[in-house]
């Protein structure tokens, strides 16, 4: 008879119970532990064995049996510590672990290949859709050097219904929370840090070079305004919160999370609710977009499953595990900061309705080199005067100089947004 693999499961929320319920599918693998946090919560888990749970993670990592260790806990601490002891102990390890990679790969994966043993995270970056695997082998041959995705689905839910509805953050975030689409502490998804932990794993394994998180700039969704989202509408664009990554020809990065006006003709504008979507540039595939639901017990399982699968296809064949997939880029990116970065802007501004107020925004902007692709003046409300700009290329350093400028007019009383814009 076939031996089958033994897998050690470490968690059993919403991913793991998805992962051991697929897992059964499976006639070659058996799963032969499994942590949990709570031994006595309900589990609507059909013939789940009560003999194999336990409460101490350390029984999975240190059960000699136990081949591949599937790590869907989260978060950075025990996440850690378990997994470089299951490496020890000699297994290998698939994880859905966003901010472990983002702020541990370095060092988890160097541990790995020292102990040869892999580490997989397909289930880390855009949960169901198949991302990493693609890019370390069919797309091996290409030159990456951009990448726009939407890779928060609570973000992306709250934007869109801002959008639909003309409702504020504020609203749209609470019904989010009765819905159980949005945290009761939203912080992690709606600041931004969830999209750039996943972006600095997925940027460094495109790029070949190690992205450090702390290095990645970062803005939430909650200063965006319904009357923003009017006025990207108008003048053609969706806001989105974009995880964006990009090399220029020295090899520098420049990667951050910040919103966006999407222009409506490209794919990211139409990614609605909580689908993810990740438009890769590369030479000499061009620009692909894969995009699928981000989230969820049934699509990250696939990516968990999947990586299981592919481990133990190539269990006992090889000294060298799936060489392809191992993320040990020890050349650490030199990195762009924001202020030195080139961007298109929106800018909203509430001004009295005075002469020369537009003249005065437009010498402010033309003293620092920056061109106005557009400016309008649609109404005068409760004695302000609404004026929106959207600018040419410039240097983020000037258009912060310049909204200074203009915070500093006594007859501009808020500047009330600026907004990157894709080109
Ligand atoms: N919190 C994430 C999101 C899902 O809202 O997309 C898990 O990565």
Request: charged share 25%.
């Amino acid at each position: 008879m076939e031996k089958k693999i033994k897998i050690g499961l470490i968690g059993l929320g919403t991913v793991g119970s998805g992962v051991y319920k697929v897992l059964q599918n499976f006639d070659n693998i058996e799963i032969v532990k499994i942590a949990v946090h709570n031994k006595k919560k309900k589990r609507n888990i059909e013939g789940l064995d009560e003999s194999i749970i336990t409460d101490n993670a350390y029984e999975v990592v240190n059960d000699p049996e136990v081949q591949i260790v599937a790590e869907l806990i989260g978060g950075t601490e025990p996440a850690f510590d378990l997994i470089k002891t299951a490496i020890k102990n000699g297994k290998h390890i698939v994880t859905a672990n966003k901010e472990l990679l983002a702020k541990h790969g370095e060092e988890l994966f160097n541990y790995a290949q020292d102990n040869n043993k892999v580490i997989l995270y397909e289930a880390a970056i855009a949960g169901g859709i198949p991302l990493i695997m693609p890019v370390k082998t069919i797309l091996a041959g290409n030159k990456i050097n951009k990448i726009k995705a939407i890779l928060n689905g609570t973000t992306n839910y709250i934007l869109t219904k801002m959008d639909v509805q003309g409702a504020s953050y504020n609203e749209v975030l609470a019904e989010a929370q009765d819905l159980g689409y949005a945290e009761t502490n939203p912080t992690g998804d709606v600041e931004g840090f969830d999209a750039a932990y996943k972006i600095t794993t997925l940027a460094t394994i495109a790029f070949g070079k190690r992205i450090k998180f702390e290095n990645v700039y970062r803005e939430g969704i909650t200063k965006i305004r319904p009357e923003d989202m009017k006025a990207a509408n108008e003048m053609g664009y969706k806001i989105k919160l974009i995880a964006s990554a990009e090399l220029d020809n020295e090899g520098k990065a420049d990667v951050r999370v910040h919103p966006m006006l999407v222009p409506k003709y490209k794919t990211l504008a139409h990614i609605d609710y909580v689908t993810n979507a990740v438009t890769l540039s590369g030479n000499p595939v061009g620009e692909i977009t894969l995009s699928g639901p981000g989230a969820g017990e049934f699509p990250t399982a696939s990516s968990v499953v999947g990586d299981i699968l592919a481990i133990v296809s190539e269990l006992g064949k090889t000294d060298y595990i799936l060489p392809m997939m191992r993320c040990n880029h020890n050349e650490n990116a030199q990195m762009i900061d924001i202020s030195q970065t080139q961007n298109k802007y929106y800018i909203s501004i509430c001004a009295n309705n005075k002469t020369g107020v537009i003249g005065k925004i437009g010498t402010a902007c033309g003293e620092h080199n920056i061109s106005l692709a557009s400016i309008v003046q649609k109404e005068v409300k409760d004695n302000c005067a609404d004026i929106t700009v959207i600018t040419e290329i410039c240097k983020e350093k000037d258009m912060l100089e310049v909204i200074e400028t203009l915070k500093n007019d006594e007859n501009i009383l808020n500047v009330n947004s600026m907004i990157r814009v894709q080109v």
